[in-house]
């Protein structure tokens, strides 16, 4: 029996849930940007040696960019939305609604010029060139879409009057409205996304802050909750898994942690990242929906960020041989009734030359880059390890690039006879793109790791 159709026994019929705020939230180019993820990643380079030397270098260049059309003083480092109107004398905060209407004209004018420009160089260049490039034009609805939500997020109040403006003509910006225009210019020109500039991006019913130096939420991964959601109602309340911790690897935005404490009302989630500047956006993300005592950062790779921190796992602090040795065991034993991850894995070459602008050019390599055979590096580290920090029954929760890979991660925890329930679940798309499963009884699990020592 082939792989892909054992793989698929007994899973559920996919949640049919649509999460209203995403779908009316979620931007556009999320959509558009999740296609990363997918085999039908556009080309938006050549692909040669230099490549990686030239990445490195445009980063700085494209940060500087960054902070001068986008403020990072430390009363903007939230989503544009919730941004408080200056009441300086900045008179460029305030612009009448004829004004605005003429730079929504022109913002939309700049779209169709823009897609007339592309389609023209596209065109030239595939018939001029042995090479085709796909240059991958944005769909003008998108943009479209992009445009109205840019505009109700930086009106105050949306766009309606206070009792202290008596102008009923004018109408108060979160924003300069040169900075406004330069934020929309980078968009069109640059293909710079709108979740970074706008510091803002939808996961489910939560609205989190985003910056580069993270991935965009994905709606795709939205999933990975769901799953969690099915699961806590099943087994979520037998006595040795009730109340315990669970774990989401490779945190980023904090996205799926802050989902798990704040939807599933878990009482106690970690949150691990390699990456400094990723903690620092998910530390802002936890303050600003104040789960600070749910959701603890730890900082390392993969499951050395728990042996690294193992001191954070400690009971509160004793006295006492008998507390001392407990304490000492927990140190040692780290378990979690769940484990949730999107790690990178996209395969290398795919990074290289085939991703949309707007991800290959801005979001963090580090975040996509699966490295390894067929973008599998990370999620094979992952998946060695997994038994050793779950509890028994405990449930785990992967997203990969799908397909083969998919199928791989599948037979890799099927075949270590560690795993019970060990499903391939499909996207919004229907690519088999979730792996799903269950650790099984203790004794299994340390029959298997006496069989690797030795």
């Not at 799953?227 to 979520?236: P, T, V």
């Not at 975040?367 to 390890?385: F, Q, R, T, V």
Request: contains cysteine; hydrophobic residues 30%.
């Amino acid at each position: 029996m082939k792989l892909s159709k054992i793989a698929r026994m007994l899973s559920p019929s996919q949640s049919s849930h649509t999460h209203l705020s995403s779908a009316i939230r979620t931007f556009s180019k999320t959509t558009q940007a999740s296609a990363a993820t997918s085999s039908s990643l556009c080309n938006s380079s050549n692909s040669n040696n230099s490549h990686e030397r030239r990445r490195l270098g445009q980063k700085q260049k494209q940060r500087r960019e960054h902070n001068s059309c986008c403020s990072t003083s430390d009363s903007n480092r939230k989503p544009l939305i919730e941004r408080e109107y200056s009441n300086s004398k900045n008179s460029e905060s305030t612009v009448s609604k004829e004004e605005l209407l003429r730079w929504k004209s022109w913002a939309s004018k700049k779209i169709l010029d823009n897609f007339r420009s592309t389609s023209t160089t596209t065109t030239t260049s595939v018939s001029s060139s042995k090479d085709e490039k796909n240059y991958d034009p944005v769909d003008a609805s998108s943009l479209h879409t992009e445009l109205e939500w840019l505009i109700e997020d930086v009106l105050v109040n949306n766009g309606t009057n206070d009792s202290n403006n008596n102008n009923n003509n004018e109408v108060k910006l979160r924003m300069d409205f040169n900075a406004l225009t330069a934020l929309w210019e980078k968009r069109i020109d640059d293909r710079y996304p709108i979740q970074y500039l706008t510091n803002s991006s939808q996961f489910r019913t939560l609205l989190l802050y985003v910056a580069p130096g993270v991935l965009i939420p994905r709606p795709e991964t939205e999933l990975l909750i769901d799953f969690a959601e099915q699961h806590l109602k099943i087994y979520g309340k037998k006595p040795h898994l009730k109340d315990k911790p669970w774990l989401d690897l490779g945190t980023g935005s904090g996205c799926l942690a802050l989902a798990l404490a704040k939807e599933l009302e878990l009482s106690k989630v970690y949150a691990s990242d390699f990456s400094e500047e990723a903690l620092d956006i998910a530390r802002i993300n936890i303050e600003r929906l104040k789960v600070e005592d749910k959701v603890t950062l730890l900082q390392g790779s993969w499951f050395d960020a728990l042996t690294d921190n193992k001191n954070v796992f400690l009971t509160s602090a004793t006295s006492g041989k008998e507390e001392e040795e407990e304490e000492e065991e927990n140190k040692n034993n780290i378990k979690f009734a769940g484990i949730v991850s999107n790690p990178p894995y996209i395969p290398s070459d795919i990074c290289a030359n085939k991703l949309q602008p707007e991800v290959g050019r801005y979001e963090p390599m580090s975040a996509l880059d699966g490295k390894g055979d067929n973008g599998m590096g990370d999620l094979d580290i992952i998946c060695k390890s997994l038994h050793k920090f779950l509890l028994p029954g405990g449930f785990l929760a992967l997203e990969t690039h799908g397909g083969e890979q998919a199928l791989r991660v599948w037979e890799t925890l099927w075949n270590t006879n560690l795993y019970e329930d060990v499903r391939v679940r499909s996207d919004f798309s229907g690519v088999d793109r979730f792996v799903t499963a269950r650790l099984i009884d203790t004794k299994k699990v340390d029959s298997y790791k006496n069989s690797i020592s030795h």
